[in-house]
């Protein structure tokens, strides 16, 4: 499975930012995490690749909204009414095909697939 994200870059606090994520390969879902300087990982919104079930982090939800298309090749993250503490690098994952999906969507130890991320800057 290789992921690579793109959509990057910077905004205004309260702006929209959409992220892209092109997925090859066989998974079981993918999410959406987001690093800033000196922190772990954590998972912003997942989607399971096959029913489409989506999770969000209560900080995101109401704001983001994830979305995959028919072939499952492409994910996106729309990302509105941004903050400027959202700034960082946003990574997309995956899960192997067999693994479960929902459970534990958040952490990043779950995911065995991860794309080399693009950078998110969200200006006050």
């Known amino acids: 499975v290789q992921l690579v994200e793109s959509g990057g870059g910077s905004v205004q606090a309260g702006g929209s930012l959409t992220l892209y994520c092109a997925v090859s390969?066989?998974?079981?879902?993918t999410a959406w995490f987001r690093q800033g300087p000196g922190s772990e990982r954590e998972g912003r919104t997942a989607?399971?690749?096959?029913?489409?079930?989506?999770f969000y982090s209560d900080s995101v939800k109401g704001r983001f909204t994830i979305s995959q298309d028919n072939a499952k090749t492409t994910i996106t993250l729309k990302m509105n009414n941004v903050k400027p503490e959202e700034t960082g690098m946003y990574y997309c994952?995956?899960?192997?095909?067999?693994?479960?999906?929902?459970?534990?969507?958040?952490?990043?130890?779950?995911?065995?697939?991860w794309g080399q991320g693009t950078q998110v800057t969200v200006s006050s």
């Open positions: 994952a995956a899960r192997p095909r067999f693994s479960s999906c929902g459970s534990r969507w958040a952490r990043p130890g779950f995911y065995s697939y």
């Open positions: 390969g066989y998974y079981r879902g």
């Open positions: 989607i399971c690749a096959g029913a489409g079930d989506t």
